[in-house]
């Protein structure tokens, strides 16, 4: 089975601090993208990189950067925190010519 | 722009009765459509995917879709829920052959099961 494994499930951060979380998958997926999600918004992507060191960003890259520095792992980094980026953050990747993707289970990051 | 909507925000069924869920897309091309299924405080798991081929398909905990190019739906329905699918769905989708484009997303629709 594919699995997509976020460090923490639970975060709490203060307004300021730059945050980091982490996204591995372990079934050699080129594609991965962190989305975030809201109460009656849905998914939003917010990144996504089809391959190591390549990144594009989504819908709503405002506030965040990402890194890909090995083919497994994703980075979502949060700058600067605010409380408006309290949210849950979830990661995905599949194959180059997709489409299918696989979640990770989610990192409920609350930002004080 | 790719889109997708699911017009229902939450809908609450008795245990044992049938589900419909509703998902429209605005699509140009041939897409290719999917439907996850989100318990609490958990990720998304895939229900099942239509790519082509017979427009019903069959996907895990008893749930079925079905394809309808003429109106630009794929619906997911279940016979008899259970108390165990409350939770809340989503439908997907891509267009076919566009290899490492983003699934785009609806916003959801959250299931409630009543005894």
């Not at chain 1, 499930?9 to 307004?15: D, F, S």
């Not at chain 1, 960003?57 to 600067?80: M, Q």
């Not at chain 2, 996850?36 to 099942?48: D, E």
Request: proline fraction near 4%.
């Amino acid at each position: 089975d594919v699995k997509v494994t976020q460090s923490s499930r639970y975060l709490v951060k203060r307004t300021g601090e730059k945050v980091f979380l982490e996204c591995v998958q372990d079934m050699d997926h080129e594609n991965m993208f962190w989305y975030r999600q809201d109460p009656g918004l849905g998914l939003r992507l917010i990144y996504f990189s089809y391959d190591v060191k390549m990144k594009e960003k989504g819908d709503i890259p405002e506030g965040y950067s990402v890194s890909r520095e090995k083919k497994e792992r994703f980075s979502l980094i949060l700058e600067s925190a605010s409380t408006n980026q309290t949210s849950m953050y979830l990661c995905a990747s599949s194959f180059w010519q997709g489409p299918e993707a696989f979640f990770g289970q989610g990192t409920r990051l609350t930002v004080v | 722009a790719q889109s997708v909507t699911q017009p229902d925000i939450h809908i609450t069924v008795s245990e044992g009765a049938s589900l419909e869920l509703r998902c429209n897309y605005s699509y140009g091309a041939t897409p290719y459509l999917f439907w996850y299924v989100q318990s609490p405080g958990q990720g998304l798991q895939l229900l099942l995917k239509y790519f082509s081929g017979d427009t019903l398909v069959q996907g895990i905990k008893g749930f079925e879709a079905e394809f309808k190019r003429s109106q630009s739906s794929f619906n997911l329905r279940k016979p008899s829920v259970h108390w165990s699918d409350a939770a809340e769905y989503f439908c997907a989708v891509v267009t076919s052959g566009s290899g490492n484009t983003p699934l785009v997303f609806g916003k959801g629709t959250r299931l409630s099961v009543i005894a």
